[in-house]
Nanobody, 120 residues
Framework: QVQLVESGGGLVQPGGSLRLSCAAS????????MAWYRQAPGKERELVAI??????TNYADSVKGRFTISGDNAKTVYLQMNSLEPEDTAVYYC???????????????WGQGTQVTVSS
């Protein structure tokens, strides 16, 4: 089994910054990608940012230029969020797609979510 532990959420004023962290542990042979999703009340879960094993990244249009996703070799992914707006308020979920062994089978896991609230 694989566990994703998120941290770093909280309350911040508009224009402020937060940094989310997500640490993966458990039976992981290799990581295909790690990503951050978010879900606001009454809305569907949406992809915010993704980082692949190649190092390539993609962002939702709404966060480009404000958010940065990064990772380290310790199976941790970060989401640096700057210039936060009230519209960024949501529960943020960490996601990973991994291989447990040398095979073609991929597995997907989710964190428990961390609340980000942007309000004055």
């Amino acid at each position: 089994q694989v566990q994703l532990v998120e941290s770093g959420g909280g309350l911040v004023q508009p224009g402020g910054s937060l940094r989310l962290s997500c640490a993966a542990s458990g039976r992981i042979f290799s990581i295909n990608h790690m990503a951050w999703y978010r879900q606001a009340p009454g809305k569907e879960r949406e992809l915010v940012a993704i980082i692949r094993s190649t190092g390539s990244t993609n962002y939702a249009d709404s966060v480009k230029g404000r958010f940065t996703i990064s990772g380290d070799n310790a199976k941790t992914v970060y989401l640096q969020m700057n210039s936060l707006e009230p519209e960024d308020t949501a529960v943020y979920y960490c996601n990973c797609n991994i291989k447990r062994t040398v095979s073609i089978v991929n597995y997907e896991y989710w964190g428990q979510g961390t609340q980000v609230t942007v309000s004055s």
